[in-house]
């Protein structure tokens, strides 16, 4: 399968470490083509740089959007999902959904652990649109900004293996979901620190990606993601 991967923002290292992440566990057949957007913001922080970050992100799905067979929005909001689902026949994927939703299947409760403070009512609302406000139990912050979580590699995985830990230990949370795309090289040193499943949201997307295609689905066209009518 051919599979586009858009990261929203335009960081250059950030979709370098998105690239890289999503192959770490590709299916050797399965082709990547990795991308930012082409204008908006170096990092996704709030409401105002998803809806800026949604119109680019759009505008790359759509303009390649014959070339592939499904596509990733690596970014965990996803901005611009439901539209790019309306919009694209083939398959979309959002990261923070996806890890979600591979979360429900691993554990009874999980908790998101994520960059900013300020995330966390948006984060909040993600849940409540996904319908899985039951099995979240709790959105925690180490309070760092996404362009900064590379300053300090070790510093990094510490705050994100304590808050881990406290949503472990104190919420009750059974899974770990990464509440940023450009955490994908910490899923695995986590996960053997705090022994239990840590996800990564663009792998949890690939491997969506992977499974519809080898399924044959596609996005239903029935009411809500139904195509847009033409204009006469």
Do not use: W
Not at 125 to 135: A, C, W
Request: aromatic share 6%; net charge negative.
């Amino acid at each position: 399968m051919k599979l586009l991967i858009v990261n929203p923002n335009t960081s250059a290292g950030m979709t370098r470490a998105i690239d890289e992440g999503a192959r770490r566990y590709a299916q050797p057949q399965t082709e990547i083509v990795t991308i930012s957007a082409a204008r908006g913001p170096r990092s996704i922080e709030g409401y105002y740089d998803a809806v800026v970050a949604a119109q680019a992100t759009l505008e790359a799905l759509l303009a390649r959007q014959a070339e592939f067979d499904a596509f990733i929005i690596a970014c965990f909001s996803a901005p611009g999902l439901y539209a790019a689902r309306e919009a694209l026949a083939a398959p979309v994927f959002g990261a923070g959904e996806a890890a979600m939703l591979m979360a429900c299947t691993l554990g009874h409760s999980f908790s998101i652990v994520t960059t900013m403070q300020r995330s966390r009512p948006a984060l909040r609302d993600l849940v409540r649109l996904y319908g899985l406000e039951q099995r979240c139990v709790s959105i925690r912050a180490v309070e760092l900004p996404v362009h900064a979580l590379d300053d300090d590699a070790a510093a990094t995985r510490a705050l994100f293996a304590e808050e881990g830990r406290r949503a472990l230990d104190e919420d009750g949370a059974e899974v770990l979901v990464l509440g940023c795309a450009g955490l994908s090289h910490l899923d695995k040193d986590l996960q053997r620190e705090l022994e239990a499943p840590v996800l990564d949201g663009v792998t949890c997307a690939v491997k969506l990606a992977e499974a519809s295609s080898g399924y044959g689905l596609r996005t239903s066209k029935r009411r809500g993601f139904a195509a847009l009518p033409t204009a006469p």
